[in-house]
């Protein structure tokens, strides 16, 4: 996660640069005083993520945040409170209070790591093979589910549905093609134009359609071929 800086305060941009050595995930392209700088390396350069201070002399974070494209995160980090209504409405994606905790600190990685995985899903951010779960914006707020939670996946026009062991249903807006390239094929098999299951979830099957928790899935033709090899071996 390539990541810049801004900060007028010397000491403020070398606190943050000694906290984020701690997480290898996090590479720090660039360390400004000013918004001038950085905003010439934002353009040249794809940047995930900005660490941004609110007052400073040539130009306030609010303004110089509406400069920044949108697929670039920001983080304000900043000694003023009483921003960060402001600082939420510029869909800032944290909203740190000086002096920040390293623990805290995590979080906002963690929460922008999340994000960019969903809006990047062929950028791969940490290592997918030990990764249990998939996080999903839904309610307005990042969800983490289990694999193993995940009964099947319905499609909803550009919606998808996650259906699950505890007959919660989350929806997301992420189509169902993106969220069947996020998902493991060892775990996941799509059965349909409009489903995805769990293999593990699978009850019973005829050949045309599948039983999980009593629900009925149709097991589209042109998947059959896949889902009866998987089954049959």
Not at 86 to 113: H, N
Not at 157 to 183: C, E, F, R
């Amino acid at each position: 996660m390539k990541c810049i800086i801004i900060d007028d305060e010397p000491l403020a941009r070398e606190g943050l640069q000694n906290v984020m050595l701690k997480f290898p995930n996090v590479e720090i392209r660039g360390s400004f005083h000013n918004s001038r700088q950085a905003l010439q390396m934002i353009e040249q350069e794809e940047i995930d993520l900005v660490f941004l201070d609110i007052e400073m002399p040539q130009e306030n974070g609010l303004v110089f945040a509406k400069k920044i494209p949108d697929k670039t995160l920001i983080i304000f980090v900043t000694a003023y409170p009483q921003y960060a209504l402001e600082g939420f409405e510029l869909e800032a994606m944290d909203y740190l209070v000086k002096p920040v905790s390293e623990e805290r600190f995590a979080k906002a990685i963690a929460k922008a790591q999340s994000q960019l995985e969903l809006l990047n899903p062929q950028k791969q951010l940490f290592d997918l093979s030990t990764q249990q779960y998939i996080m999903v914006k839904a309610d307005r707020k990042l969800q983490r589910i289990y694999y193993n939670d995940i009964l099947y996946i319905e499609a909803l026009k550009d919606y998808s549905v996650l259906h699950t062991n505890n007959a919660n249903k989350i929806i997301t807006a992420l189509n169902l093609k993106t969220l069947h390239a996020k998902l493991p094929d060892d775990i996941f098999i799509r059965v349909s134009k409009s489903y995805i299951v769990q293999k593990n979830a699978v009850d019973s099957f005829t050949n045309s359609a599948i039983i999980i928790v009593e629900n009925e899935i149709p097991l589209g033709k042109s998947y059959r071929t896949d889902f009866f090899k998987f089954f049959s071996s």
